[in-house]
């Protein structure tokens, strides 16, 4: 199965979504947040097979461009060569703890990641999506300890964490456009 | 600020075509033309490790200045002041991989070691030898018993050189990667700012300081440092900097100490010249033997005045390798210890 039309739909979805998801970023970041991201996915759309994560993480750029960047590499193995999406996750989750020294309860994208994988364990993918959405929405609560967020006020409490927000729509585009787990 | 510039858009880019047409030492990647590469004294990347390292533009001549013969097999440039992608580094990676193994430099910055290190885990999935080795010296960045919160500062140089010299003659990658710690947990370095540099992205100078001040600490980048002096004597900065520098990794008396004495690209030779003089003495009055020196612009921020100060304690297997002969466009002959000139006069 070929990631084509994965990536053209995420394409699709964050074109939609850059202004709320930049807006999410200004109250804990730069507010780049969604720019960046589809800068990204602007040039993964674009590239050949089995190239499209690693595209997305030079266009997009930075330390964000790469974290966000494993998650894609996972989801694009899974699609091109079957790869297992629980592995691809678990591993891709396991790198950006260890790269980004963010831990669940963090405020950060992890906060949506970590239980997709726990769930998709059982091999549901629509029970990682709701997991990841509950993960998302608990960021709202969070302190920030990693990353810009952490030198907003109160470490951004009271707004959802951008990245988490962004995971989720990875993980639902994937199943809108025929992903299993 | 007037800058030599085609545009924000190509001036990195530009800057790569003159490095590359001008130097025989260096070429173009396959894989993208932001990697650069050996252009002559390529050796069968089977037989040899290969070192390489990613970096953000706009600090010339490093990283790129170091590619050739007893030194880097390649470079990955970044565009300015940011790290290269960790997809690119990858690239890096690729194009020297060979069965003896590959070492990723990488000088401790968050960027450069999330996607540095992203970069070394997407090659290992792909079936290379590859090892990252993490470099910090800049004592102004935590304390001792925190030394590896500590960011990458021109001692690293240091690393660059004698593990080059040592991977040219053949030495196996864990042999490699040992010394390379061993070297980096010797190095000690402090910076001295006297004026900022002018970002070629924004035209701005990238941090203030009154007339009369110096910053002592600052990092490559304008990363806050631990404090301002006032402008003196540099015979009294000197003292005041090696100071601080034997207090973090003291040197017994009697030992002896390569030094770097690195202009941040606005300083010019006369002074730096002036800086190596006393740093010299001060040392002699520790009973310390400065040997070997290293002296001038390598690691720069744009016009940013002032040098950074760094020793390391060599063992006879480091020295060999710091001063070994090295072919590449822009790393100096390094002077033979005065303890080689001795035995040469006594002859």
């Not at chain 1, 939609?16 to 602007?42: I, P, Q, Y």
């Not at chain 1, 996972?74 to 629980?86: F, K, Q, R, Y």
């Not at chain 2, 200045?65 to 690119?88: I, K």
């Amino acid at each position: 199965m070929s990631a084509e039309p994965y990536f053209a739909a995420l394409w699709r979805v964050f074109s939609d979504e850059m202004a709320r998801l930049n807006a999410l970023d200004a109250a804990v970041g730069d507010g780049d947040h969604g720019s960046t991201m589809l800068r990204g996915l602007t040039r993964a759309a674009d590239a050949g097979a089995g190239k499209r994560a690693r595209a997305f993480m030079r266009a997009s750029g930075g330390a964000s461009g790469t974290l966000f960047g494993l998650i894609l590499l996972g989801i694009e193995a899974h699609l091109e060569d079957g790869a297992s999406l629980h592995g691809e996750l678990a591993k891709a989750c396991e790198r950006i703890r260890d790269l980004g020294e963010v831990a669940v309860g963090d405020k950060s994208m992890v906060d949506a990641l970590a239980p997709a994988v726990d769930a998709l364990e059982n091999g549901d993918l629509d029970a990682a999506i709701a997991a990841a959405g509950a993960g998302r929405d608990a960021t709202r609560d969070l302190v920030a300890r990693r990353g810009r967020s952490q030198y907003v006020e109160n470490g951004g409490k009271g707004h959802l964490d951008p990245g988490a927000v962004s995971v989720v729509i990875f993980l639902t585009v994937l199943a809108e456009t025929g992903g299993t787990a | 600020m007037k800058k030599l510039f085609n545009s924000a858009e190509t001036m990195v880019d530009d800057m790569l075509d003159g490095f590359v047409s001008a130097y025989p030492h260096v070429a173009r990647g396959q894989s993208d033309p932001r990697v650069v590469l050996r252009g002559i004294d390529r050796k069968d990347a089977d037989e040899k490790v290969t070192l390489l390292i990613g970096n953000g533009s706009g600090h010339e001549p490093i990283a790129m200045g170091f590619v050739g013969r007893g030194l880097l097999d390649a470079n990955v440039v970044g565009d300015v002041f940011a790290a290269p992608s960790a997809d690119l580094i990858l690239d890096g990676i690729t194009e020297v991989a060979g069965k003896a193994g590959t070492i990723l430099l990488i000088s401790q910055h968050s960027g450069d070691m999330i996607n540095g290190r992203a970069a070394t885990m997407m090659a290992r999935d792909a079936g290379v030898n590859v090892l990252a080795l993490p470099m910090y010296d800049d004592i102004s960045a935590a304390p001792p018993d925190r030394k590896k919160d500590r960011r990458g500062a021109p001692g690293t140089m240091f690393v660059y050189k004698i593990l080059g010299a040592a991977a040219e003659e053949g030495r196996p990658l864990a042999d490699l990667f040992d010394l390379g710690e061993a070297v980096r947990d010797r190095i000690v370095t402090l910076a001295a700012a006297v004026s900022p540099g002018i970002s070629p992205l924004t035209g701005l100078p990238m941090f203030s300081l009154p007339e009369d001040e110096i910053f002592l600490g600052m990092g490559v980048h304008g990363e806050p440092g631990v404090g301002r002096v006032k402008v003196g004597p540099v015979a009294d900065l000197v003292d005041l900097m090696v100071g601080k520098l034997l207090a973090d990794r003291p040197i017994g008396k009697g030992g002896r100490a390569c030094v770097i004495v690195n202009g941040m690209g606005g300083t010019t030779t006369m002074e730096l010249l002036t800086v190596w003089a006393e740093t010299e003495k001060t040392l002699a009055r520790h009973g310390i033997r400065a040997i070997a020196p290293m002296i001038g612009s390598y690691v720069t921020t744009q016009e940013m005045g002032g040098f950074s100060l760094s020793l390391l304690e060599p063992t006879d297997d480091m020295l060999a390798c710091w001063t070994a002969p090295s072919n590449t466009p822009s790393f100096p002959s390094i002077g033979f210890p005065p303890v080689v000139c001795a035995e040469k006069d006594m002859a």
